[in-house]
T-cell receptor
């Protein structure tokens, strides 16, 4: 069955530290992969997406993610976290010909001053 | 989010009453979606629409119905609300069936069924 796993429910990092949020997927076809961010009380905002080409993709707010087919992973990274990055992050997977995505359960990021 | 609005933003209703949530977009996107968000479950698809009067069920459609009579409006109805439908509901829009562009989400409706 198709699935998306975000193994970390909560992550706490200090401001200025590097960040990596994990996402693993199980999908039969070539996936489209997305990361979204949700600030408290808000909807989800698209950070970045991958559907072909270069496996390292750049997004907004200084985030990047790398698609590793051999590991079925699409981990989100940021070299230096800012206090404003505290939010919940969702990984999502879709595929060509379908109308919808599957979302992971989210990782809540806390940033320490 | 710009171009997509949900109403109401908050609602408290009693068990057994009907409830309709509205999603309105000004982007002229063909594809519209209703998700619910619950702790530990992420976002789960309730229903989606791929055109006017064209809708289909998602993974958690029981107890919900939808209608889309105009491109810009997608309504979600709980025919008889239950406490298990207490949730945050998000509408999303997409311009492409191929899903390469991602979704644009509304700000959500927090529904409490008492």
């Amino acid at each position: 069955a198709q699935s998306v796993t975000q193994p970390d429910i909560h992550i706490t990092v200090s401001e200025g530290a590097s960040l990596e949020l994990r996402c693993n997927y199980s999908y039969g076809a070539t996936p489209y992969l997305f990361w979204y961010v949700q600030s408290p009380g808000q909807g989800l905002q698209l950070l970045l997406k991958y559907f072909s080409g270069d496996t390292l993709v750049q997004g907004i707010k200084g985030f990047e993610a790398e698609f590793k087919r051999s590991q079925s992973s699409f981990n989100l990274r940021k070299p230096s976290v800012h206090w404003s990055d505290a939010a919940e992050y969702f990984c999502a997977v879709g595929t060509s010909g379908t109308y919808k995505y599957i979302f992971g359960t989210g990782t809540r990021l806390k940033v320490l001053a | 989010d710009a171009g997509i609005t949900q109403s109401p933003r908050h609602k408290v209703t009693e068990t057994g009453t009907p409830v309709t949530l509205r999603c309105h977009q000004t982007e002229n996107h063909r594809y519209m979606y209703w998700y619910r968000q619950d702790p530990g479950h992420g976002l789960r698809l309730i229903h989606y629409s791929y055109g006017v009067k064209d809708t289909d069920k998602g993974e958690v459609s029981d107890g919900y119905s939808v209608s889309r009579s105009k491109t810009e409006d997608f309504l979600l109805t709980l025919e008889s609300a239950t406490s298990s439908q207490t949730s945050v509901y998000f509408c999303a829009i997409s311009e492409s069936k191929e899903q390469v562009y991602g979704y644009t989400f509304g700000s959500g409706t927090r529904l409490t069924v008492v």
